[in-house]
């Protein structure tokens, strides 16, 4: 059993798979574990780090592999390189990518989508979604705190006293309740909102203020399921309108609302980032998915005429690559696990498995998935020409006309 860590091959991505630590853990089910040399640089693991930890180092490390462990989704020119059959793990971003799917489909691998870890007990430990939530949540802060340019607590002095630092998080998810946690201990005074009524409690117990029209239509606005309900128009300007008088107070917002395999939702309208002062920040978490703040761009700080910067950091758990690299590698870890008969320490995938059937993609060639079942492998290349000096297949020869049976 041959489980390969490789190089990250997309720009701009610090993070790497596996750790010495998921190596050691591997190895102690009868793994043979290789890892491509500088595969973990950028997340502060040395090569020597992994080969003492038992791995071993080859540039063609997922040649043979039986599983893939990565942080992104394998690039076609990737995909050469892996034998049919094999298990790739990684967060896949499918929604949208059909022809990406074809073409793992295409290369016969088992490909898993970690994203789409159930959210249950028993996979808690598995959820990547939330590992790395957790940590851009606390990042979102971190920077929006740098870009602020003013102290975040109060504080007296003998000079005089600097105000508290006012932050708005929107969205009370994974993210969210983070960078509420985070702001609090920094001493900003932090307010939240969330469509979400049970959100209320967990925005208080952080001891942040909660932010919402709290009428009967927000207090029935949940299923029973934990999912919240599509509100009245009234209700939605209503809110709308309360958001709007409540960010102009804000020194700080922080954005972190995402739908999966959909746009990010407009939350900040231009007209809400004009309304704040000089120096305001805005973090957007949700800039790579179209942006909750108009006027957000991938990768960049913009400045507004009225001197608001709108953070739009790509990768923000990339932001803190040796801790969320370590998180990650243990969620790879406690899903393959599930894969490993420990007795006979081989792989065999339990395709049965409520997990297993929820998180994978693609087999024997075919997109299987049943969210992503229009994604089918891309057609195949056309038939070569003939080399110079080699006459190509003959022709069928074509049947004789017939005799005319007329005079």
Known sequence: MRIAIPRETEGGEPRVAGTPDTVKRLMALGAEVVVEPGAGLSSGIIDADYAAAGASLSADAVKGADVVLKVRRPSAAELKGYKAGAVVLATMDPYGNEAALGAMA????????????????????????????????????????????????????????????????????????????TARRLGAVVT?????????????????????????????????????????????????????????????????????????????????????????????????????????????IVVTEN?????????????????????????????????????????VVPWDDELVKATLLTRDGAVVHPNFQSAAPPPPAPAAAAPAGEDPAPAKPKPAPKKSTKA
């Not at 996979?123 to 590992?131: F, P």
């Not at 299923?223 to 960010?247: C, D, F, R």
């Not at 393959?336 to 008969?341: F, P, S, V």
């Open 307 to 347: 001197g608001v910067k709108i953070v739009g950091h790509a990768n923000v758990p990339g932001r803190l690559a040796a801790t969320s690299s370590s998180l990650y590698a243990k969620n790879l870890f406690a899903f393959l696990e599930i894969m490993i008969d420990k007795a006979a320490k081989a792989l």
């Open 106 to 181: 295409a290369a016969g691998v088992s490909a898993f989508a970690m994203e789409l870890m159930p959210r249950i007990t028993r996979a808690q430990v598995m959820d990547v979604l939330s590992s790395q939530a957790n940590l851009a949540g606390y990042r979102a802060v971190i920077d929006g705190a740098g870009e602020f340019g003013r102290a975040l607590p109060m504080m007296m002095t003998a000079a005089g006293t600097v105000p508290a630092a006012k932050i708005f998080v929107m969205g009370a998810g994974v993210a969210g309740l983070q960078a509420i946690a």
């Open 192 to 300: 939240a909102t969330d469509v979400r009524p049970a959100a209320k409690e967990q925005v208080e117990s952080l001891g942040a203020k909660f932010v919402a029209v709290m009428d009967d239509e927000f207090k029935q606005a949940e299923t029973a399921a934990g999912y919240a309900k599509p509100m009245s128009a009234e209700y939605q300007a209503k809110q709308a309108a309360l958001v709007a008088e409540h960010i102009a107070k804000q020194d700080i917002v922080i954005t972190t609302a995402l739908i999966p395999g959909r746009a990010a939702p407009r939350l900040v309208t231009a007209a809400m980032v004009a309304s704040m002062k000089a120096g305001s920040v805005i973090v957007d978490l949700a800039v790579e998915r179209g942006g909750n703040v108009e006027g957000a761009k991938a990768g960049e």
